[in-house]
Structures are given as structure tokens and as C-alpha cells.
DNA sequence: TATTATTTTTAGTCTTATCTAAATTTATAT
DNA sequence: ATATAAATTTAGATAAGACTAAAAATAATA
């Protein structure tokens, strides 16, 4: 059975490989979970020994068969507790995260089947992410973000990078959600700015660093 | 900030103190963690340097007033995630205790008041113990049980002892449940057993020891 | 290519929560 | 009252997971 720890490990390394291709870098890994690089080695090493990890000494680390399946159980669990928390308590998106961070390490299968039963099979997340299914089937995730459209391009908005309150509590203060039509009026080259439409209101302004981080489905 | 292992230690003590007076012994507590005395006497002696226990070597130990508030959050927050599996997801009452126990040690005031609202602020569990609300307060528990009744007696099931999935399922196929009138029609002293009449059904025999696990209320 | 810088690993320490075995205290029974 | 039994505590060991500091390997640069 696995540790809180080693669920932990192996959802970031599977976060870290469907951003990259190749193998990731222990420093990533410890940037990510707020630890120390010495700490990523010793729990890489122990991941790799149990089978759900292929290492190779200073070349990084990638997710055996095995131990992606496991990842995708803790992201499944993960994301249907942020619906709970979102569509049944009533939790505004931003506050969601921490407390699946802890909920997804709950185990018993058949709690979260009867949970993903209860909410109706829900194919995304709060923040728009795909949901594995019972047999870790799960759909791609976006790739295109508001960042790549030019002046006169129309979107939808269909997923927010779910890691940071201060984005979500921004796009709340917008009126940017999930499904929210955005066109492109203008880019500004020299700061790297957005000038956007929010369903079809008067223009705003959206830095590159917030264009980044919204997915978007082109219109 | 209590760890899953302090918060279980304290919710132990608490059960044991509710149900004995006077000090609670270093092995009635490794037996009902099932963990070895040595290890009571060490998170003991941890306990009582948080202020959350007091201990006399040798003589036992006792919550404070801290300790008592503390184990009544996880006790509040075991009974209403097992409320929210029972009537939510549609568990059986057997099923959710060992579900509860990971359940319980979620970090998140928020959670649980937003769970209780949810739940329509239930005043008991599936098992029929009482459910502390926000501010610890907790209605006394059930004390009379059906081995004290006397042919004739009528009265109505409130509380099942929630620790043995044995005895709840066994309950189910005798169709007794919460809220259940059962009247005592016989009692024989050879073996302590009890013929009780189910619904006014047919009479059924009920040992002892199963009779001393169902909390009633005499009619 | 040689040198420096960065990344990664190893070695050794710390904390929490266990355990076993031994020592100590308290309870029980002659 | 004394001896024995039971309960409890202490001492010392172990395992997981984290850390710091030092060593080793790889990458970048002159
Ligand atoms: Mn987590
Ligand atoms: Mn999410
Ligand atoms: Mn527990
Ligand atoms: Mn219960």
C-alpha cells in the first residue's frame, strides 16, 4: 500500500511528465512539492525499487506503467473531491485545492466510485481539468491558452491552472468561469498585454503571465 | 496542530472516559488501539506536555478541558462523515467506520461546518451516537441497554455499539435497525438469552453479549 | 579542453511513531 | 508481611520521511 508520501510523489511526477516529454529532474520535482532535492532522491529511489518508477542515476525519472495507473488514481480522487467541495458544499474554486490534497489520500475504492456515482460521472473538475475514469481512461488535457490567440480571435474558456488562489480569486473579480466567451481586441508588444472582451462587456487589460494560464478552446 | 496519531490517541481516551470513571489505564488503551503499552505511555506523556492530558505516572491519565475539546472535533467530524457516507453516498452501516477513521483527520473547519449545513445538521449518526455540533457541545450517550429489560418490557432501538461490523450486520438480518420497537417476551436464565419479538414479529432468541449492544429507549 | 557552475547523490542527523526487552512500580495472594 | 503476578515505564532499536553539508557527476563557459 502507499504512503501519503509516495501518492504524492508519484501525482507530481505525473504532473511534471504531461507538461514535458523526457525524463524529469529531481529539482523539479522538489520546486514542486516545496522540498529538498535530497529528499526527491531518496523517495525516487524507493519509487523505483517498488516498481513505479524507472530512474537512472542523474538522468531523472519517469513513471513505469504501474506507477502511472497509481497516479491516476490519486488525480481521479483528487478532482472529484473538488467537485464535492464546489458543486455540493458550496466552496468557491480557490479554496478547494488544499483540502483535496488531503481528501485524495483517503483510501477505499469503493468510496470514490459511489462519490464519482453520486456526482453524476463528472467528466472535469472545477478548474476545467479532465477526471480519470474508474479504469484511468482520462481525457487530454488542454494545451491552448488565451496567450497563443491574436486580435479578432474568439475563445471559450475551459480550464484554469488550478494551483494558484491568486488567479482564481482574479478571474472571479473579472467574471472570467469556466465557459465564459473572451475576444482578443488588441496585443500590446510592449508589455506583452491582452486587451479582451469578456462576454462581449467593455475591453480589460490581461498580462501575459494571466494569458498564460488560461485554457481556451478557439472559437 | 494535532497529528493523526495524537488526534487518535485523544479520541480514545475520550470513548474510554465516557464510558468508565477516574483515570484511564495504559492498557485499556493499547488494547483498544491495538497498539503496545509502551507506545500509550510515550504519546501519553506527549499528550500531557501539550496540556491536552493529565497524567500521573502509574495512576493513568485523564483529557483536560483542551484535550476533551480536541477529541470532540474528531469525534464530530468521524460521525458526520459517516452520516454523509450513509445517507449521501448510500453505504451500509457496517461499512463506514474504518472509512471515518481516515475521514476524520481532514484539516478544514470550513469542511466540516460546510458538511454539517449539508447534512442538515444531524443530531445523530447512522450508529445512533450523538453528533457534538459546532461549538463541542454533544448530547449525553445512550446508557440503557436491552439486557436490562424484563419479559414484558417494550422499547425502541437507538444505538448500535458502532465498533463490529459483525454485530451491525447481524442487526440487518434480523431486521433491526434505529427506531425499531422490540418488546422482551421471555428470558432464560440458563444462558442469559432473550426472546424478543422484532415489530411485534415472530419471536427471535438474542445472546447476551448482543443484547448488551443494543442501546434502547424503554417505552 | 580546462575550468567553473549547476545539479544530483550520498552521508549523517533529526523527529515521529512504533516495537521489544528490561526495570520498576503497584496489585494480589498466600 | 512477603512473595508473586500484573501493569506500567524506561531504555534502546527500527523505519519513514525530512533536513544539512559534503562529495560526485553533469552541464556550461572561457
Ligand atoms: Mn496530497
Ligand atoms: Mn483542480
Ligand atoms: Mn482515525
Ligand atoms: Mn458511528
Redo the contacts with the bound molecule.
Keep these: 500500500m502507499l ?4 501518492e504524492n510523489y508519484l501525482k507530481c511526477i505525473y504532473h511534471l511528465s504531461s507538461k514535458s516529454n523526457g525524463a524529469i ?3 523539479a520535482i522538489a520546486d514542486s512539492l516545496e ?12 519509487l523505483a525499487n517498488k516498481g513505479l518508477a524507472s ?1 537512472v ?2 538522468k ?1 525519472v519517469n513513471l513505469t506503467n504501474k506507477g502511472e495507473k497509481e497516479a491516476l488514481k490519486v488525480v481521479r480522487k483528487h478532482r472529484l473531491w473538488e467537485v464535492f467541495l464546489v458543486k455540493e458544499l458550496g466552496f468557491n474554486w480557490d479554496k478547494v485545492h488544499d483540502i483535496a490534497e488531503q481528501l485524495e489520500h483517503i483510501k477505499s475504492t469503493t468510496l470514490i466510485d459511489k462519490l464519482d456515482k453520486f456526482l453524476a460521472y463528472p467528466k472535469f473538475d472545477p478548474h476545467g481539468d479532465p477526471i480519470p475514469d474508474a479504469n484511468g481512461e482520462i481525457a487530454p488535457n488542454p494545451t491552448t491558452t488565451l496567450s497563443i490567440l491574436k486580435p479578432g480571435d474568439v475563445c471559450t474558456v475551459i480550464c484554469a491552472k488550478d494551483t494558484s488562489s491568486d488567479l482564481l480569486l482574479f478571474l472571479d473579480r473579472i467574471n472570467i468561469s469556466l465557459g465564459t466567451q473572451l475576444e482578443v481586441v488588441d496585443y500590446l508588444e510592449f508589455d506583452g498585454s491582452y486587451s479582451v472582451k469578456v462576454d462581449n462587456g467593455n475591453p480589460i487589460t490581461l498580462s501575459t503571465k494571466v494569458a498564460e494560464n488560461i485554457f481556451i478552446d478557439k472559437l
Tied chains: 1, 2.
Design positions: 504512503t501519503q508520501s509516495e529532474n529531481t529539482n522540498t529538498k532535492a535530497a529528499s526527491v532522491t531518496d523517495m525516487i529511489q524507493k530512474y542515476k542523474y531523472g
